[in-house]
């Protein structure tokens, strides 16, 4: 074999795996219930693939040769367990027998997939271990990578995932997709793992470090599940908000706002598809309303020519679905866009009632801005120069002193 | 599975009354689908007596051993298929909303 064609297979094995990865882990989950025997030998065989593929071919259907393999490996290891596990083991050992090449048997429904994305967003587990689960155990992130992505070390995460599979197999987390009413009780809570897994966990730039397998398993679930818009929805959210990755961040690396950013850097391919997902949702759920908005700014070809009434609209219904503080102060910014700044200032005024937003800077700083635009500025002045005195970000402290000695 | 579920009080019910679940249908309910196979309220906190062997000494003081305002009030012993299950069963119970229910497998020693 050339060397060119050597590092293609290598490019197939690295796609292939990629692909068969979680399909290989969920059916020896299902099969044998054993979490860590399925990743291991999901590892192992995908590392016998990216060792002989190179050297003999890529073989014809690189998914079914991966799950012999993997199948294999998971017998070995089940036959060479000890005795005292015997029981256990003559069970599992009859079942992956029995159990075909094919990673999803034909009669089987519900895809193997999406018990393992299920069970690894089950709310009985913390939060912090789903996260660090769907990671592991679907996208076969090193544990090394989320504790460094997640702060933390090494062995905390390992005793975190250690504990999430315990709890699993001891509290009797069942390998399935919920049925009925209670899947549209726990798809919200899976979603929102996958969207915390696109925002929290920083690389060393202090962008978000698992966004590709985010977007990957919002894909995936997406495709999994037509009939649930909010799934789609939250895929085209993630590409829209990972659209401006290019942009986000001047030469010197500092964060550039939306209204600065150089929109020929946009990824306009994942723009495109998020407006086509959006274009086809039946209903607006939370996500689809985010998504909406922010298709609103990803389509706009510069600032000035953003459609804020849309906006505006899409901020309304999304109060009424998920009321928050923040997303009524997100709403007041729009109006005073949309509307003029006195429709903003009137609802920022109700959005800060009770004091909800009072430490929260941005609340100071919109309300500067709409004042300012209102003609204020004297006032707007010393709202810029207050919200700059609360805000703990150096840059946003210098942006907003800046706009301080604007209004003076 | 079996399942105990630790029936407690919270000091923090919900205010919501609408639809509230009964509790001795709740009882029949799981009573004849086999899948409640005990289950008891306990009298009041104030009736707890704590026990403690330390050194070979006998202890014995007033009370419960914790000293929250989560009190557990009662216990059903649940078998179900799994976590989703009980979670199903928990929920309908009427203290789920009055206070709270910790559900706890039991120890399985064939691993």
Known sequence: ?408 | MKYMMFVCVDGDPDPDKTDEPDIDEWVATNDAKGRRLQGHVLAPKTSATTVRVRNGQLLISDGPFTETKEVIVGYDLIECADLDEAIEVARTHPMARGGRIEIRPFADFEQ
Request: with cysteine; aromatic share 4%; charged share 25%.
């Open chain 1, 1 to 408: 074999m050339t060397q060119s064609s050597a590092a293609a297979a290598r490019g197939v094995a690295a796609g292939a795996a990629a692909d068969a990865y979680p399909r290989i882990v969920a059916a020896l989950i299902r099969v044998t219930g054993d979490w860590t025997l399925a990743e291991d030998s999901a590892q192992d065989a995908l590392a016998t693939a990216l060792e002989r593929w190179p050297v003999d071919g890529v073989p014809d259907n690189p998914g079914a040769w991966l799950m012999t393999v993997a199948r294999n490996r998971a017998l070995d290891t089940i036959r060479r367990a000890t005795v005292e596990r015997r029981k256990l083991r003559d069970v599992a050992v009859l079942a992956l027998t029995a159990a075909t090449g094919e990673p999803q048997p034909p009669d089987e429904v519900v895809d193997d997939r999406l018990r393992l994305i299920f069970t690894c967003c089950h709310p009985a587990l913390p939060l912090e271990a789903r996260v660090a689960l769907t990671l592991r155990t679907i996208c076969a992130v090193p544990t090394a990578d989320i504790a460094r992505a997640f702060l933390t070390s090494e062995s905390t995460m390992t005793r975190r995932l250690t504990r999430a599979k315990a709890k699993i197999a001891d509290a009797g987390i069942p390998y399935a997709v919920p049925e009925g009413p209670a899947l549209t009780e726990r798809l919200p809570g899976v979603l929102a793992v996958l969207y915390l897994l696109f925002t929290h966990g920083y690389n060393a730039d202090g962008e978000p470090a698992f966004a590709a397998e985010a977007i990957r398993l919002a894909r995936l679930l997406a495709q999994l599940m037509p009939a649930q818009p909010e799934a789609s929805a939250l895929l085209a959210l993630l590409l829209l908000q990972h659209s401006r990755r290019a942009a986000r961040r001047d030469a010197d690396g500092n964060l550039v706002t939306l209204d600065k950013q150089d929109r020929a850097r946009w990824d306009h391919t994942a723009i495109d598809e998020a407006t086509a997902l959006l274009r086809d949702l039946p209903e607006d759920g939370p996500y689809a309303l985010q998504a909406r908005i922010a298709a609103c700014h990803a389509t706009a070809p510069s600032p000035e020519a953003t459609d804020w009434a849309t906006i505006a609209g899409s901020y309304d219904r999304l109060v009424r679905l998920q009321p928050s503080p923040v997303i009524e102060l997100n709403r007041a910014v729009a109006h005073g866009y949309a509307f003029g700044p006195a429709a903003g200032l009137e609802l920022l005024a109700k959005a800060r009632a009770g004091g909800a937003l009072d430490d929260y800077p941005l609340a100071l700083a919109a309300e500067a801005d709409l004042t300012a635009r209102d003609g204020d500025h004297e006032r707007a002045a010393d709202l810029f120069r207050e919200a700059a005195a609360r805000t703990h970000s150096e840059s946003e402290r210098r942006a907003l002193l800046e706009r301080a000695a604007e209004n003076a």
